[in-house]
């Protein structure tokens, strides 16, 4: 069983979970990701985001934020 806990909006408007989702599950294939409005509207309005084990982090795009919570990964 995973240790890893992810969210991420389905409203966010600089990711794509249909993308996304896939990208996570193959960085841990066994975490739990939770997909849904996490009430981060402001950031979540100029950046994609992923919550990560208690962190958020964000990027320019889907990708850089996905890199950037490679570094959270248990």
Same mark, same amino acid.
């Given at each position: 069983? *995973?240790?890893?806990?992810?969210? =991420? @909006?389905?409203?966010?408007?600089? =990711? #794509?979970? &249909? +993308? /996304? /989702? !896939?990208? /996570?599950?193959?960085?841990? !294939?066994?975490?739990e990701? &939770?997909?849904?409005?996490? *009430?981060? @509207?402001? !950031? @979540?309005? #100029? *950046?994609?985001?992923?919550?990560i084990?208690? #962190?958020?982090?964000?990027? %320019? +795009?889907?990708?850089? %934020? /996905? ?8």
């Amino acid at each position: 069983m *995973s240790k890893n806990k992810i969210q =991420i @909006c389905d409203k966010c408007k600089h =990711i #794509r979970v &249909k +993308t /996304l /989702l !896939p990208k /996570l599950q193959k960085l841990d !294939p066994e975490a739990e990701v &939770k997909v849904g409005c996490k *009430s981060y @509207c402001g !950031p @979540c309005a #100029r *950046s994609a985001f992923i919550f990560i084990n208690g #962190r958020y982090v964000t990027g %320019a +795009t889907e990708d850089e %934020a /996905l890199e950037k919570a490679k570094k959270f990964v248990k």
